[in-house]
């Protein structure tokens, strides 16, 4: 929220990170709603309704290849663990995902590089995935000069404007290296239904008979082990498609024991709902706890928490947070101090390291719990009890917010 309303009030210099921003397309509309609604509720129907736009512009445009297989594939990509969270939290490739789509849709048309010429201002692999969706569409449809000249001209646009922001900025800043997930249903936080994934390897491995789609496909998850999962919301619409097109030939394949086959489809889709329910079911939100720090705490209070609540937490309470997104400076180093700092039981220590951080406040929640803590006599959870340090200040819903005295 803050980041959000600093781009579209044209101030490029974030304090509490110290680092200078980038212009984004998807923050500064952000910011415009963030600045002149400040309502929570309005931020999250303008995630929701980017979400469905994205669903309904992918499903125009399997339509427009098949509208018998059409109806399966949108069935896997909307119960996918990544379309359901992206229609409940804010994404900045959400709306790059929906300008690409967009502007494939109305490609025949020159005004479809109305939506593409935003592309180069989102992060970098959004450029990276246009330009193989680009190469995939010319390899397979009639093409001009006039088509190649706009389409790579944006390309290298981004290519100038990224590596002018990373010379002056530092490289690192930007990047997504260090968290790539991949199965949900394994824990990963924003990854893929083992149950799609299953059906994407038979269709791919039996049925497929195009194998430079699989080509691109490891160009993807390269590209996503590269930047991180962030780069799942294109992978996502692939292995929905490849999922799609495997619940299809499934559904539609001679068995001799029909029975087993109809046994077979109930279990894999009801595998996929489940995968999709465990994610919503699963994922904390941070606006109450969030706005409860805005209303309460001055506004250069640091804030602790996990990694991922961070940009939560940042975006609800216009707060700093230690650990915010992979991309922050010195994110490996402060993320192995804090995992020893969660799990030590010295009191000295603890209050020094919290003291030359800076940490004002303490955000936990019952999951932390259980996977950092074995119990209330583990790490920090026993330091709890010396209330000359610690005073429990927020409890709502599971979660904590501790004051550091």
Request: contains cysteine; proline residues 2%; aromatic residues 20%.
């Amino acid at each position: 929220m803050r980041v959000s309303k600093n781009i579209y009030s044209s101030d490029f210099y974030d304090k509490f990170s110290e680092t200078n921003l980038k212009f984004d397309p998807y923050l500064y509309v952000l910011g415009f709603i963030n600045t002149n609604f400040d309502n929570i509720l309005i931020s999250k129907i303008f995630f929701l309704l980017i979400g469905l736009s994205v669903t309904i512009m992918f499903g125009l445009l399997l339509y427009r290849i098949d509208k018998e297989i059409t109806p399966y594939i949108l069935l896997v990509y909307l119960l996918s663990p990544v379309a359901v969270k992206l229609t409940l939290f804010s994404y900045s490739s959400n709306l790059a995902l929906l300008l690409i789509l967009l502007g494939f849709y109305f490609i025949k048309n020159r005004f479809a590089y109305l939506f593409f010429i935003w592309i180069p201002f989102f992060p970098l692999f959004n450029t990276l995935i246009f330009l193989l969706a680009l190469i995939f569409y010319f390899q397979k449809n009639k093409y001009d000069s006039y088509d190649l000249m706009i389409s790579f001209g944006l390309i290298l646009i981004s290519m100038v404007y990224h590596l002018y922001y990373y010379l002056n900025n530092g490289i690192y800043y930007g990047f997504y290296i260090k968290e790539f997930s991949f199965i949900s249903d394994f824990g990963a936080n924003f990854g893929f239904s083992i149950f799609t994934i299953c059906l994407a390897i038979y269709y791919l491995t039996f049925k497929n008979k195009e194998k430079l789609l699989l080509l691109y496909l490891f160009l993807l998850i390269l590209v996503s082990y590269l930047f991180g999962n962030h780069v799942n919301i294109y992978l996502n619409l692939i292995i929905s498609f490849f999922g799609g097109m495997g619940l299809y030939e499934l559904s539609n394949s001679k068995w001799k024991l029909w029975k087993l086959k109809n046994y077979a489809l109930v279990a894999v889709i009801c595998g996929i709902f489940l995968s999709a329910f465990s994610v919503s079911n699963q994922e904390i939100s941070m606006a109450e706890p969030g706005q409860w720090l805005k209303d309460n705490t001055v506004s250069e209070s640091l804030i602790l928490s996990l990694s991922k609540y961070g940009p939560q937490i940042q975006y609800y309470s216009d707060r700093k947070v230690v650990l915010g997104t992979v991309d922050s400076e010195n994110y490996e180093n402060k993320l192995k101090l804090i995992n020893e700092l969660f799990l030590s039981r010295d009191l000295i220590l603890t209050k020094q390291v919290l003291s030359d951080l800076g940490v004002n406040y303490i955000l936990l929640d019952e999951k932390m719990k259980k996977s950092i803590w074995k119990n209330k006599d583990t790490g920090m959870l026993f330091l709890f009890r010396n209330r000359e340090t610690f005073k429990r200040v927020y409890q709502k819903n599971n979660i904590e917010i501790w004051k550091v005295q």
